[in-house]
């Protein structure tokens, strides 16, 4: 099963194009997936940001009372007392709800962080092929950062700067309706242009964060090839590429803070011309005994008092556009296609280990469907257990084979059967825990030996990896290393040879104890004595599993039960070596080239 995407591909790229933006509904309808299981904490938080508020507005009206007392000659201790409590609990009680709120926020993000990880590292092969890894992980790191903002400042700062500004205009409208009229009245005409440059700071974050995802994607492409960018000198480009990339950044970072300052100060600018506004007609009506001196002072303080929900509010509708630039990123990532993966069922996972049953029956493939085929029909059963071997030209078609019955990739046309079953069928984990495969290119992944060869089976005993180890030819190398086992590798194990690395990566599968034995090039990089050894183990292996493999050289093919010759996507001719040779042209010719050259 995978959970489709409803959007083209162009739509759900990983940064190479500009995607459309996010419906601002489905911008709320996720902040609120992500802000509902902490939505009593929420509350609590509001809470308590509420009561702070509450507090505050409180002092305005025991101001007034304060002068009233004052003249009328009355003691204003008892005010004064109460002055001070309102004080001192309204800071602690919005402090305690701020801190919630702020731990709430980091809850969020983590969750966000959570959930996008557990999907990217299930997301189909093909699926990451067409994006740029480098931008999905600034999608979990940088990304998610943003909706800290976006669920507690905004969210909740957008109700309770709300809940006060309501509160504090009818505490105004019973004050002095015409003071109230006056102060809207300023504010909407000199605070509409917050409204107005809204979408522009939404814009430019999103910029900002695409320009950070190439940011990654430059430096991933760098380090991932270091020896080659050195080599070739381009040290001075690359680092241009990813200079550029933080300069775009930095520009659109400064035009996103261009944008939040227009916001902030043309609101705070109409507060201001509300100030002397509600001062000139509100000296005129003391002037004209419509209200007293008193009533005049407490509005003045909740007009001063309405200056802190209305940051928030602007504050709120800020971080809401930063924020929902994010969250239209994430959601992209969490749109691609994953795969459904569950634990390998116990039987699967090695109380069974008879060899698998491998077949192709007329499969048809292409990559994407923009492609041309790969597989023009491709049928073959392999023995079980015995050597089948892949040979033809390059581009054939022999290592889609391999991904496709591991089904990175599914089959457009025809099926893919293992043990008599289409893989489509298979419960893709226990598919996968039956398998044991050795990439052409041999990956070593960062960190010790023993966490390389335990990668694929986290079970093993030191008894099964010292067996491994002699059988892979790993012993001797493991003994040399002052750490043993627990020698760093470097980044994709940049510190060990290419043979060493294709004998890890063998070890690796073998440790797996596979029904099946996919190996791809396996034994390329290795020098003869090692060959011969690793050549003998395959052959061992393949007496009780199901061996397949692409391989060039003549001493791996020869041995092998079946030979499969494929061209331009096609099975040309299947046999042994013997017959093939003198009954498959293409195959004498490749024998009596590459493999006979090579075994001279
Ligand atoms: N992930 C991919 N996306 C698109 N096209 C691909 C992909 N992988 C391989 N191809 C194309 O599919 C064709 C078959 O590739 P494949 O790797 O199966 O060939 P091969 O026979 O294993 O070649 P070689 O011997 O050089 O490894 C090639 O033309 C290749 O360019």
Do not use: C
């Amino acid at each position: 099963m995978t959970e489709d995407s409803s959007e083209e591909p162009t739509k759900a790229d990983g940064g190479t194009g500009r995607p459309e933006r996010l419906p601002a509904k489905e911008t709320w309808s996720v902040l609120y997936r992500h802000f509902r299981p902490h939505r009593g904490v929420v509350a609590l938080g509001a809470l308590f940001t509420l009561i702070g508020a509450a507090t505050g507005l409180a002092q305005p009206v025991a101001i007034e009372e304060l002068v009233n007392r004052l003249s009328d000659d009355e003691s204003i201790a008892s005010i004064l007392i109460l002055l001070t409590g309102l004080l001192v609990i309204g800071t602690a009680v919005e402090s305690v709800g701020s801190y919630i709120l702020e731990r709430t926020a980091q809850s969020v993000v983590l969750d966000s962080r959570r959930s996008l990880i557990r999907r990217l590292l299930r997301l189909k092969v093909s699926e990451i092929e067409r994006v740029q890894p480098g931008d999905l992980m600034s999608r979990v790191t940088s990304d998610t950062t943003l909706l800290q903002a976006v669920t507690t400042q905004s969210v909740v700062s957008a109700f309770s700067g709300a809940l006060t500004v309501i509160a504090t205009i009818v505490m105004m409208a019973f004050m002095d309706a015409v003071l109230l009229g006056v102060t809207l009245g300023v504010i909407v005409l000199f605070g509409g242009a917050t409204a107005l440059v809204m979408p522009q700071i939404s814009k430019a974050t999103e910029r900002s964060q695409e320009a950070v995802g190439k940011i990654s994607t430059a430096l991933e492409r760098a380090f991932g090839a270091f020896r080659t960018l050195k080599a070739s000198g381009a040290e001075r480009r690359e680092t241009a590429t990813v200079e550029e990339a933080a300069h775009e950044a930095w520009r659109y970072g400064v035009k996103s803070a261009k944008w939040q300052a227009v916001a902030w100060s043309s609101m705070g600018f109409a507060i201001q011309v509300s100030f002397l506004a509600v001062l000139g007609v509100g000296g005129a009506r003391v002037a004209s005994e419509a209200i007293s001196v008193a009533t005049l002072v407490a509005f003045l303080m909740l007009l001063f008092y309405l200056i802190d929900p209305v940051s928030r509010l602007v504050d709120a509708v800020t971080q809401y556009q930063v924020g929902s630039a994010a969250v239209a990123r994430i959601v992209r990532a969490e749109r691609m296609e994953t795969e459904e993966l569950d634990e390998p069922s116990p039987r699967a996972a090695g109380a069974e280990h008879t060899p698998a049953a491998v077949a192709f029956d007329d499969v048809t493939f292409r990559y994407q469907a923009e492609l041309p085929l790969v597989h023009h029909g491709v049928s073959f059963i392999v023995p079980s257990p015995g050597m089948t071997a892949f040979v033809g030209p390059s581009g054939a078609g022999k290592t889609t084979v391999f991904g496709l019955v591991e089904r990175f990739y599914e089959a457009t046309g025809g099926r893919v059967l293992v043990d008599g079953k289409d893989v489509r069928d298979w419960p893709l984990a226990d598919l996968r825990a039956a398998i044991g495969y050795v990439e052409q290119d041999a990956p070593v992944l960062a960190g010790t030996l023993r966490e390389n060869l335990v990668f694929a089976a986290p079970d093993a005993t030191e008894d099964d990896l010292r067996d491994v180890l002699v059988r892979s030819r790993l012993d001797a190398l493991v003994e040399r290393l002052p750490d043993g086992l627990d020698t760093v590798v470097g980044h994709r194990g940049s510190k060990l040879s290419g043979g060493e690395r294709q004998r890890v990566a063998i070890a690796r599968a073998l440790l797996r104890r596979p029904r099946l034995l996919l190996l791809d090039e396996a034994t390329s990089q290795l020098d003869a004595v090692n060959e011969l050894a690793l050549r003998d183990v395959v052959a061992e292996v393949s007496r009780e599993v199901t061996v397949l493999v692409v391989a060039h050289r003549l001493s791996t093919v020869t041995l092998a039960d079946q030979i499969v010759v494929m061209d331009a996507g096609r099975v040309r001719a299947t046999g042994t070596h013997e017959e093939l040779v003198t009954e498959d042209p293409l195959y004498g010719e490749l024998a009596a080239t590459q493999f006979l050259a090579t075994a001279s």
